[in-house]
Antibody, heavy 118, light 106 residues
Framework: ELQLVESGGGLVQPGGSLRLSCAASGFTFSSFAMSWVRQAPGEGLEWVASIRSPGDKTYYADSVKGRFTLSRDNSKNTLTLQMNSLGADDTATYYC???????????WGLGTVVTVSS | EIVMTQSPVTLSVSPGERVTLSCGASQSVSSNLAWYQQKPGQVPRFLIYGASTRATGIPARFIGSGSGTEFTLTISSLQSEDFAIYYCQQYDSWPLTFGGGTTVEI
């Protein structure tokens, strides 16, 4: 069974950093692009970042570019989102997402909650 | 950035009704359009890709159509479990963008 399990969320002060991880299982991780999608409380879905299957290219939303870094370890089936300079607008549930050929999401993790507050 | 606009924002319907949700793109996305369903407190569920191809296990009552800038998700006969928020997403170009969602409520 395909599983995406996020970890690393929590409460962080404005300007702080967090590292989110996603452990993938049940599919050939190295063959698929991966993404993070977030959802602020009571709001809609917002794409955050994506990474190609080999890990050689990343894409970021303008709202996080320069602050977030997406990486992957295909030997460990792990996706990592390093988030720096966090602000209140980054408060959201962050979903790890398996992307398909066109970078649409065909499987979602359960999400991890990030709260940025003093 | 391609802006995705969904209408209506909220749709009040009854079980058994035919429902049509609209999604518009600010520029052509060809058929690179996906739909998702999200119920309160739950993870989004993948419904449709390529504008009209249902994901594995999605009931035939969910019908996607359109191309270019105008797309539609039709639920042919609304079931009680279909009350949810529906999002469209374009994956034609970066950045990927979602619509604001349509809430289907009783």
């Amino acid at each position: 069974e395909l599983q995406l399990v996020e970890s690393g969320g929590g409460l962080v002060q404005p300007g702080g950093s967090l590292r989110l991880s996603c452990a993938a299982s049940g599919f050939t991780f190295s063959s698929f692009a991966m993404s993070w999608v977030r959802q602020a409380p009571g709001e809609g879905l917002e794409w955050v970042a994506s990474i190609r299957s080999p890990g050689d290219k990343t894409y970021y939303a303008d709202s996080v570019k320069g602050r977030f870094t997406l990486s992957r370890d295909n030997s460990k089936n792990t996706l990592t989102l390093q988030m720096n300079s966090l602000g209140a607008d980054d408060t959201a549930t962050y979903y790890c997402a398996k992307a398909n050929t066109g970078y649409y999401v065909d499987h979602w993790g359960l999400g991890t909650v990030v709260t940025v507050s003093s | 950035e391609i802006v995705m606009t969904q209408s209506p924002v909220t749709l009040s319907v009854s079980p058994g009704e035919r429902v049509t949700l609209s999604c518009g793109a600010s520029q052509s996305v060809s058929s690179n359009l996906a739909w998702y369903q999200q119920k309160p407190g739950q993870v989004p569920r993948f419904l449709i890709y390529g504008a009209s191809t249902r994901a594995t296990g999605i009931p035939a009552r969910f019908i996607g159509s359109g191309s270019g800038t105008e797309f539609t998700l039709t639920i042919s006969s609304l079931q009680s479990e279909d009350f949810a928020i529906y999002y469209c997403q374009q994956y034609d170009s970066w950045p990927l963008t979602f619509g604001g969602g349509t809430t289907v409520e009783i």
